[in-house]
């Protein structure tokens, strides 16, 4: 019947081309959607700089009491009345205990990597240049595991900051700032007001000047000591063997401690939320686009089966059966899905290849190209979506078509 | 060999009005029928029971002494497929196909429309339209159009032939080329023929005429009359 049905639609090119292109219009549309939102999405996720961590743990960010800042002002052995006392929130948090964090982590099998971090804010000066940054201390072997930062270092390596020395990585924008190449030494300074030198021994670029303009990276115990707090750790991001225990294991984690365990999802949840309405968002407009070509398919096959009465009965009277009419009609609508399927695919990989060609006058990521996925996924699920459409907007019809018995036909068409 | 249909009732509606009035009849092996009468009369009606593209109401038909409804659907297809030929008054091709396919239909639905070639071809030039073997319905006279509603017809060699008024919309000419064919066919290949015209002419071409008068045989054997 395959034969027939191709004749059929040949005979109806108008009507067939304008569904066939509907079906890839579909497609093609999906796929062009999903190519930039999952490309956006995966360069969103890197930019993260927690991409790989599961779990995180932060301290509580503890309120200020007066007995820490007193020695602070006036010396470990003064005895200070405060008319009002000192309170606030401090902008940096503390975990209570971190050597429990990495026994209890080092121990855990479903725990892949983990990666303690001081995470502080400070002033980074080059002669009277001089900008706000954000520092961040890290273990550059455990960093590795949880980030893909080394993927964006320009000059040098992550690894680099390996043993302290008071180095650093900075970001590009922070170069700009301050003038300075990498190799020379600038100063950092915290809120306490000393300033200690480090060298600049490596570059990384985000591609997102917001971040490029602050970000510093050192050895945690280098800026331990900058900070004046050694041991202490701020946070730990975890890597477990499988994202979706995340939860359940945040929320095991979060018994243990006074310090705050979130999962993935929650400290990202603004994140999670925006993915959220963008998976909806694609899922109607292409349900929107199939469901008009899946009623184009289903309006042609209609009109076509009544138009074809005549040709049903002969079929029928010579012996083809209600399954070869189902076929006939079947094919014609599956061939429409299949063939608009694929011409769909191709342009909408087409277009993304296009889209990502564009030279864009600002970078995203790692270049000033659209970040586009070309995920199999992407395609074999518009592919299928156009093959569900079309094989249910066939059938119907298909269905009506083989339950007509040729002496109907002949009758109504004899008068 | 042969179509035996027993006390055949027909009844159409609600209320239901009897078209068929009880009819015993026989068609045997090889045999050249006429069903005639007036319009309305059921010839048709009668016809398709014969065929089996209808059931009767009640009474009893009987192919080659077998119950065509206690087959299988994919026996009583084959059935159509292998034994039957049918030519009606619209001679319905399909337009997409070219006179051979259509001609070729019955085969192709086996898988054999390569064996059943030459056949095709021979009879479509046995029926003076070998030249339009690959032509399209659009591009043919009716006449042409019938004679390939013929030929697929006769394509499978079939047992029988039912033809409800195939002459209906020709001139007489062709009409009678039609008629002519159809005698052919049955006493060359032995292939029994059923046919129901309401013109006596064409009636009195058969071995044998069954006169319909509302639903009732009005004259059984008229061999008198041939
Ligand atoms: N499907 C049907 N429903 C109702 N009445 C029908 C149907 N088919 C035929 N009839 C009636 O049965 C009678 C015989 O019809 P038919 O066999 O077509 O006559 P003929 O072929 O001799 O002209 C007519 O009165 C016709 O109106
Ligand atoms: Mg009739």
Known sequence: MLYLAFRQMLSRKKQTLLIFLGVSFGTMI?????????????????????????????????????????????????????????????SESKLENPQSWFDRLSADPDVVAFAPRLSISGMASKSRHRTNVNITGIIPSRQVKITSLEDYMKVGSILDLSGGG????????????????????????????????????????????????????????????LNKTPGR????????????????????????????????????????????????????????????????????????????????????????????????????????????GLLGIGLGFV????????????????????????????????????????????????????????????????? | MSITGKNIRKSFGDPSIEVLHGLDLIINDGEFVSISGRSGSGKSTLLYILSTLDKPSSGEIEIDGLNPYELSSHDLHEYRNKSVGFIFQFHYLLPELTALENVLLGPRNLGLQEEYKKRAIELMEEFEIGDQAYKFPSQMSGGQ?????????????????????????????????????????????????????????????AEREIYLIDGKIASRDLDAHV
């Open chain 1, 166 to 225: 008071n180095k650093l990585i900075v970001g590009s924008g922070v170069l700009k700032e301050l003038g300075a190449k990498v190799g020379e030494s600038i100063n950092l300074s915290t809120g306490l007001g000393e300033s200690r030198p480090f060298k600049i021994i490596g570059l990384i670029e985000m591609g997102n000047e917001q971040i490029d303009k602050v970000m510093v990276l050192g050895n945690i115990r280098d800026i331990q000591t």
């Open chain 2, 145 to 205: 159009q019938q004679r390939v509603a013929i030929a697929r017809a006769l394509i499978m060699k079939p047992q029988y032939i039912f033809a409800d008024e195939p002459t209906g919309n020709l001139d007489s000419i062709t009409g009678l080329k039609v008629m002519k064919f159809l005698q052919k066919i049955n006493k060359e290949d032995g292939t029994a023929i059923v046919l129901v015209t309401h013109e006596p002419d064409y009636a009195a071409m």
């Open chain 1, 351 to 415: 277009i993304n290849l296009f889209m990502e060609s564009i030279e864009l006058s600002m970078r995203i990521g790692k270049s000033n190209h659209l970040p586009v996925s070309y995920d199999l996924s992407i395609y074999i699920t518009a592919f299928a979506a156009a093959q569900i459409a079309a094989a249910i907007a066939s059938y119907l019809p298909a269905r009506a078509a083989s339950k007509l018995t040729p002496l109907e036909i002949i009758r109504s068409e004899m008068g």
């Open chain 1, 30 to 90: 999906y796929i062009v959607i999903a190519g930039l939102q999952f490309g956006f999405r995966s360069y969103l996720y890197e930019q993260l700089l927690n991409n790989t961590s599961h779990v995180l743990i932060t301290g509580k960010e503890g309120d200020i009491v007066e007995k820490e800042i007193t020695p602070r002002f006036f010396g470990e052995n003064e005895f200070v009345r405060w008319l009002i006392p000192p309170q606030g929130k401090r």
């Open chain 1, 233 to 340: 750790i701020g946070e730990i991001t975890v890597a477990l063997v499988d994202i979706k225990l995340s939860k359940e294991k945040a929320d095991k984690w979060s018994l243990y401690s006074n310090d705050n365990v979130e999962s993935w999802d929650e400290a990202n949840a603004q994140f999670m939320q925006m993915i959220s309405i963008q998976d909806i968002m694609r899922l109607v407009i292409t349900g929107a686009i199939l469901l008009v070509a899946g009623f184009g398919i289903y309006n042609i096959l209609t009109i076509m089966i009544s138009q074809k009465q005549k040709e049903i009965a002969i079929l029928r009277s010579i012996g083809y059966g209600p399954d070869k009419i189902l076929e006939l009609f079947l094919f014609q609508g599956l061939m429409l899905g299949f063939g608009g």
